[in-house]
């Protein structure tokens, strides 16, 4: 069994950085893909980032492409985000799936089937 625990989320004015990161226990490795999605207040849960098992390979929305940057160490899962604005105000899930290949990204979060709880990101001045 994976468990997911989101961390480094809070309140930053517009321009702002945060780092969230997913911390796993269980076993992960370098067959389970992993990603960020974000859920706004009233709105669907949407695609962040994703980081393939290998860590070589990511993909990001075009929201977030060259502020944010998603990173994996061990069991854990990075999002550095940069250039914050009132836009990526969300609730940030960290989550996790196995896969055969150690080079597949998923970016929907119908293929996840492990998430953690959410870390609240509130970007206001």
């Known amino acids: 069994q994976v468990q997911l625990v989101e961390s480094g989320g809070g309140l930053v004015q517009p321009g702002g950085s945060l780092r969230l990161s997913c911390a796993a226990s269980g076993r992960i490795d370098s067959h389970y893909g992993m990603g960020w999605f974000r859920q706004a207040p009233g709105k669907e849960r949407t695609f962040v980032a994703a980081i393939t098992g290998s860590g070589d390979i990511t993909d990001y929305s075009d929201s977030v492409k060259d502020r944010f940057t998603i990173s994996r160490d061990r069991n854990t899962l990075y999002l550095q985000m940069n250039n914050l604005n009132p836009e990526d105000t969300a609730v940030y899930y960290c989550?996790?799936?196995?896969?055969?290949?150690?080079?597949?990204?998923?970016?929907?979060?119908?293929?996840?089937?492990?998430w953690g709880q959410g870390t609240q990101v509130i970007v206001s001045s």
């Open positions: 989550a996790a799936k196995f896969t055969s290949s150690t080079r597949v990204l998923l970016t929907s979060p119908s293929r996840y089937n492990y």
